[in-house]
């Protein structure tokens, strides 16, 4: 079971962090992915990181504003985000595959999602 958390209402250029606590599986074997839907559009992988290695990976649009991490003692990985714009409003989704990462979930499935948390930007 994944749990995300942390969405809020946040002005341009703010912070956020969102949170992905897991549950029943073995945390160190698992890549803990972050994936959001904006209305309208697709799910878009966002970052994922590799429990067992700290290997991450990042879509372009987030590059050097969002970091990814993970605290394996809490079973938690973290979304860092930062210089928030309006076009990252969106449903943010924590999502967890085996071993390796990917930023495209329906070519690479994950085995759990967790239920959703909403990042609203506002202009």
């Known amino acids: 079971q994944l749990q995300a958390s942390g969405g809020g209402l946040v002005q341009a250029g703010g912070s956020l962090r969102l949170s992905c606590a897991a549950s029943?599986?073995?945390?160190?074997?698992?890549?803990i992915g972050w994936f959001r839907q904006a209305p309208g559009k697709e799910r878009e992988g966002v970052s994922c990181?590799?429990?067992?290695?700290?290997?991450?990976y990042y879509v372009d649009s987030v590059k050097g504003r969002f970091t990814i991490s993970s605290d394996n003692a809490k079973n938690t990985v973290y979304l860092h985000m930062n210089s928030l714009k309006p076009e990252d409003t969106a449903v943010y989704y924590c999502?967890?595959?085996?071993?390796?990462?990917?930023?495209?979930?329906?070519?690479?499935?994950?085995?759990?999602w967790g239920q959703g948390t909403l990042v609203t930007v506002s202009s």
């Open positions: 029943g599986f073995t945390f160190d074997d698992y890549a």
């Open positions: 990181i590799s429990s067992s290695d700290g290997n991450t």
């Open positions: 999502a967890a595959r085996f071993r390796w990462c990917s930023l495209h979930s329906i070519v690479d499935p994950y085995d759990y």
